[in-house]
């Protein structure tokens, strides 16, 4: 996952949990996980999500198991860190119980269409939160699209609905290609889950996000 960066808070770690609770014990749970998977064998080997078998009807849990653990440190690390910037502020303004709903949907439609496209993959495996993580990045862009974005090793920042626009076609091509160890799929179908589960329980968002973004082309010609 890219690292991103929104806008700069600095709350105290005990406001960020009495105003994202659940974001938080996402948050520390999945941290928590991967770390415990990291020296245990057997825990990994059972919360990783194995396209082969689930489609079969085994393991079937692991498409919210496999969402808990990620593959090195560095993995981890730039998942929560993307996560974190978008989360604790996403929550207040989405509900508690639909950010959890949000996350846990998400998590599960990311994993769909891996699912089917690697059915016959024994091999094939996939792990980490980036779908979910992805959702929640895309649900704040429907709050915020002409918010800046910065994106690490770039010197210059974006409004948030440019990077969602590029962010799709990449994760598109980068989906078609298929040169490296990494899920696109799940990332492009987790940040398209996250918009429609946010449309779904904050219809009105749809008048605001084209709201802010008529607003702002507006204020160039003047």
């Known amino acids: 996952m890219i690292g991103i960066i929104l806008q700069a808070t600095d709350p105290s770690m005990m406001d960020i949990i009495k105003t994202a609770p659940v974001a938080s014990f996402i948050f520390a749970i999945t941290i928590a996980t991967s770390l415990w998977a990291f020296y245990n064998d057997n825990i ?23 969402g808990m653990i990620h593959g090195d440190y560095m993995h981890l690390f730039f998942n929560m860190l993307s996560y974190s910037f978008f989360a604790f502020d996403l929550e207040p303004q989405l509900g508690h119980w639909q950010f959890g709903l949000l996350y ?50 770039l010197p210059f920042r974006i409004y948030a609905v440019v990077f969602g626009v590029l962010y799709l076609v990449y994760c598109n091509y980068a989906s078609k290609q298929a040169r490296d160890n990494i899920n696109h799929d799940a990332h492009f179908f987790g940040a398209l889950s996250g918009l429609l589960i946010t449309i779904v329980l904050h219809p009105l968002i749809v008048h605001t996000f084209i709201g802010q973004i008529s607003e702002k082309v507006q204020s160039w010609f003047h």
Do not use: Q
Not at 133 to 148: C, D, E, K, Q, R
């Open 44 to 66: 990994y080997a059972n919360m990783i999500l194995n396209p082969y078998g689930v489609s079969r009807g085994y393991r079937v849990y692991t498409v919210i198991t496999s």
């Open 104 to 153: 846990t949907l998400s998590l599960i439609l990311s994993d769909l269409p891996s699912i089917y496209k690697h059915k016959n993959d024994e091999w094939y495996n996939s792990l980490g939160a980036s779908g979910a993580v992805s959702a929640v990045i895309f649900s704040a862009i429907m709050y915020n699209p002409v918010g800046l974005m910065g994106i690490m090793f």
